[in-house]
């Protein structure tokens, strides 16, 4: 994903008495400059939405209305899969939803999980390691990355793998617990396909998946990896025009993640220009498409039958 960052924490309390008592371990930080402007205040926009588990939400605030409209219809289509593409192995989303979901679940992956990873707590603390080793290293000479994406996915890489190699992977019942939560979760979706994606439609397709993110959510947080977005703080460095630059930190497993994004205006709102790109090479993909079968109709003559809708 590159629109939007990954996994951030929430550290949030609302009580005088409670920040009182609270204050020696847990202070909030000061807003950052240009934190009142309208390209800051679209991203924070974005968090909440993704706080709230509002993904419906989310997607109508990171694309105009007709680009919305567009995406909704090319969805339907079988030609578009955003905003589930902007998240890490979205290809592998309906084979999990279905593994979640499939009769007998529960007890097929508890038997898994004990018979690969139950007591291996050293053996996974050192993968966590040498995975964060090999992760900064891929990322540092390899991958189609900007330079942007690349300091922050350094980051977030370093931050999870310390996280990884503390957190109780390999304890049975946080692993019961977890399982139990998100098979009843995927279960609940209705979701358990592409096809299942593509009959619901976009809009649908997210509402249901709103409460199975904030079960995923849950269940990190009871390994101590909490990814709630209050915390998250933007500012803009610079604007001219319809483009700004947006700084933003937010809090992930002990450390705080520092990036910046490019902001574009259409209209009257601020977007990110990550997520423009990707729409605007999108539409193009879906117009050659549209091009390609217009032309193979006429060449194929008026009794022909109709082409078929090209695969994503």
């Excluded at 995927?186 to 249901?208: H, I, K, N, Y």
């Amino acid at each position: 994903m590159t629109a939007i960052p990954p996994p951030w924490r929430l550290l949030w309390f609302g009580l005088l008495a409670s920040c009182l008592l609270l204050a020696a371990c847990q202070r909030r930080q000061p807003e950052l400059p240009g934190q009142a402007a309208e390209p800051a205040e679209a991203v924070r926009q974005l968090a909440r939405h993704l706080h709230d588990n509002d993904l419906v939400g989310y997607a109508r605030a990171s694309v105009a209305p007709d680009q919305y409209a567009q995406l909704e219809s090319a969805w339907r289509r079988g030609q578009s899969r955003w905003p589930l593409t902007d998240l890490p192995l979205s290809r592998q989303l309906p084979g999990l939803l279905a593994t979640l979901s499939a009769p007998g679940a529960e007890q097929s992956l508890q038997r898994a999980f004990r018979a690969q990873f139950a007591g291996q707590g050293a053996a996974i603390r050192q993968a966590a390691n040498s995975l964060g080793l090999f992760g900064v290293q891929y990322l540092t000479h390899q991958g189609d990355y900007t330079a942007t994406q690349r300091e922050h996915y350094l980051q977030v890489v370093a931050a999870l793998s310390r996280w990884a190699a503390q957190a109780p992977l390999s304890d049975s019942a946080h692993a019961d617990a977890a399982i139990a939560r998100l098979t009843a979760a995927a279960r609940r979706t209705g979701l358990a396909s592409d096809a299942d994606l593509q009959q619901a439609g976009m809009e649908e397709s997210l509402r249901r998946l709103g409460p199975f993110m904030a079960e995923f959510k849950a269940v990190l947080a009871g390994y101590g990896l909490d990814l709630n977005l209050v915390q998250l703080r933007a500012g803009v460095i610079e604007q001219h025009g319809d483009s700004a630059i947006v700084r933003i930190r937010y809090p992930l497993a002990g450390s705080e993640i520092d990036l910046r994004e490019s902001m574009v205006r259409r209209g009257r709102h601020w977007y990110l220009a990550q997520t423009q790109q990707e729409v605007a090479q999108l539409q193009q993909r879906i117009a050659a498409a549209a091009a390609t079968a217009s032309q193979a109709d006429a060449a194929a003559g008026p009794d022909a039958a109709p082409a078929s809708t090209p695969e994503p």
